[in-house]
């Protein structure tokens, strides 16, 4: 493909990594549609996503998807450039479904393939023009501006949802990505899903815990910081084995040990102020690495990313936090946030302006692909 | 008629056969292990289409195994037979995977009027079909297809790579104990079919098992 020919390319982004099937279409930075159809409300039962449900539901999922799209975005498959697909980190039997659909796709169409990185993608997300619904960063400039303006220099991304909790810094979005920290045990929303669950508050956990937390005291109880004390931290200079990564699952254990204590004494358990708790330590031990991490890279421009950017409390502490640091922080929209495909269009949209070669369709997925691996 | 078969409950594999062709193969291919779905169905089939000279255009229908197989092997095939019919605009059907041995079978010079076939359902399991042949006619299925133990199955000739697993404990008949189901016969298998003016399936998948999942009970002590 002459990448000359394409300054504005027409791109559908394909999403299956977790439990929502997303198709997006993006021309160049503009959004044309973000369809996503989630299989959350299955999962609901089993109090976190069970991955065979979710592949199960992808497969069926896909094509009505494709079509809706297609549909909503006012285009044909014969209009579109390019058509790219999460390839991974995910779900290996999740993935394999939006690869398999996005190669037939390139082989029925004769369209280009990529096979993108699902991390970066969360950050490529922030290239879409903010008129059309898109974050902040590309909002000053022309739609026709050059991809290499787009991106501020110095960019860090804050990426927490039930499936991942990273920080990334963003040298350049198509080819140099470096992962900073990230959690060593459970994603952040996968957390609030377990705590949840032994509060007695249902599925989803996050938004159940956010709520309920504004009424509680957050101060009622401390509950542990993994991964904070010196001999993981280090200091700048000797940084320590771990000193930007994040770990819930002692915080978890945390929290039921504080259950069965009041269960033990007879006493009601104050749920609401064990949820305020719980979510303070989340929300500290998060903002203050990610923090840390953009003062010791340089990183002055901050986004956050992932479906945890809703909870409350996060965007607080993180605007909070990033204001006193002298760090610009964008948060896309919620739905641009979440798992779907116009970041994965987005971020092909991207790779096809920066004139990288398609992937081809023998790749594999790769269920722990690293963020060093833009584009397979 | 032209179809494009495609059948990824165990081995992946692809075929374009057609009722103007002699024996009516126009072209096929099928890999060996059964784990490579995602990397070689796409390329495989590419190459079908280059290699016979014939774009999606050409294509009357596009037929999918629906298994029994295992599942995330089985989706890859099914989304890309979705997809593929979505795109060129033509009809979609299924048919149960364990019928293309069924067909085999038929065609072999001493099948027997009543037979199982069987494939690995891992797990210790077979997933398998019972089947009557009437000479003339194609295989009938009579019951199934289930998963269960191989220990358990009817007490009939097997043909599939589900008995040559369990030989010992089942009737298998040597030349079929490694056969696997595969897009070729699946194809012709539909072609006899619609010719016959029998319905096929649709392409719902046939898992035959729940996902494992558990419903969470009480909450486990941590102290
Ligand atoms: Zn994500």
């Known amino acids: ?376 | 008629m032209l179809i494009l078969a495609i059948d990824t409950s165990a081995v992946a594999s692809a075929a374009l056969v057609s009722d103007d062709t002699p024996e009516s193969v126009v072209g096929c291919f099928a890999t060996e292990d059964t784990r490579s779905h995602a990397e070689v169905l796409a390329p495989g089939i590419e190459a079908l289409l280059a290699e016979a000279g014939l774009s999606g255009a050409d294509v009357d229908a596009v037929v999918t195994g629906v298994g029994p197989g295992p599942f995330t092997g089985l989706r890859s095939g099914i989304v890309t037979a979705r997809t593929l019919a979505f795109v060129w605009g033509k009809p979609l059907y299924g048919l149960m995977s364990l019928d293309a041995i069924a067909l085999e079978v038929a065609e072999s010079t001493d099948a027997a009027p009543e037979f199982i076939v069987a494939t690995d359902a891992r797990r210790k399991e077979v997933y398998w079909a019972r089947y009557a042949l009437t000479t003339g006619q194609l295989p009938q299925l009579l019951d199934g297809p289930h998963v269960g133990f191989a220990a358990e199955l009817p007490d009939l000739p097997v043909y599939g790579a589900g008995a040559g697993l369990y030989a010992d404990v089942v009737k298998a008949v040597p030349e079929f104990s490694s056969r696997q189901p595969e897009a070729l016969s699946l194809g012709q298998f539909a072609l006899a079919r619609l010719a016959a003016g029998e319905l096929l399936l649709d392409s719902t998948p046939l898992y035959l098992r729940e996902s494992d999942a558990q419903v969470p009970g009480p909450r486990k002590r941590a102290l």
């Open chain 1, 1 to 376: 493909m002459n990448s000359t020919q394409h300054a504005r390319p027409l791109v559908l982004g394909i999403e299956s990594s977790c439990d929502e099937t997303g198709v997006g279409i993006v021309r160049g930075t503009q959004l044309l549609t973000n369809t996503v159809s989630s299989s959350m409300d299955e999962h609901v039962r089993f109090g976190g996503v069970i991955p065979e449900i979710a592949s199960r539901a992808h497969l069926d999922a896909f094509v009505p998807t494709l079509r809706e799209a297609l549909a909503e975005a006012g285009v044909t498959l014969q209009d579109i450039d390019a058509i790219a697909v999460t390839s991974g980190p995910g779900l290996a039997g999740a993935l394999m479904v939006g690869v398999c659909a996005a190669k037939a796709l390139a082989v029925a169409t004769g369209k280009p393939l990529y096979a993108i990185n699902h991390l970066v993608a969360h950050v490529g997300v922030g290239l879409l023009q903010s008129d059309d619904g898109g974050p902040a960063f590309a909002g000053t400039l022309p739609a026709d501006a050059p991809p290499a303006d787009a991106l501020p220099e110095n960019l860090g991304a804050l990426l927490v949802s039930g499936g991942h909790t990273e920080i990334l810094r963003i040298r350049n979005i198509t080819g140099d990505v470096e992962l900073l920290g990230s959690t060593i045990d459970d994603a952040a929303g996968e957390a609030y899903d377990k705590v949840a669950r032994l509060l007695g508050l249902g599925y989803p956990g996050g938004p159940a815990i956010d709520k309920l937390a504004r009424t509680g005291n957050a101060k009622a109880i401390r509950f542990p910081r993994g991964l904070s004390q010196p001999k993981y931290m280090g200091t700048a200079d000797e940084p320590g084995p771990h000193r930007y990564d994040w770990s819930f699952s002692g915080l978890k254990t945390a929290v039921a040990r504080c259950v069965e204590q009041f269960e033990a004494r007879g006493e009601t358990v104050p749920v609401a102020d064990i949820a305020a708790a719980f979510q303070e330590a989340v929300v500290d031990i998060i903002t203050s690495k990610a923090v840390l991490a953009c003062r010791e890279n340089g990183i002055t421009e901050l986004l956050l990313g992932g479906g945890v950017a809703a909870n409350s409390r996060l965007r607080q502490l993180t605007e909070q936090r990033c204001a006193a640091a002298g760090i610009r922080l964008t948060v896309p929209p919620l739905a641009l946030c979440t798992d779907n495909g116009a970041m994965v269009a987005a971020l092909g949209a991207q790779l096809v302006m920066a004139g990288i070669a398609p992937s081809g369709i023998g790749f594999a997925p790769d269920s722990s692909m690293p963020v060093t691996t833009v584009s397979a």
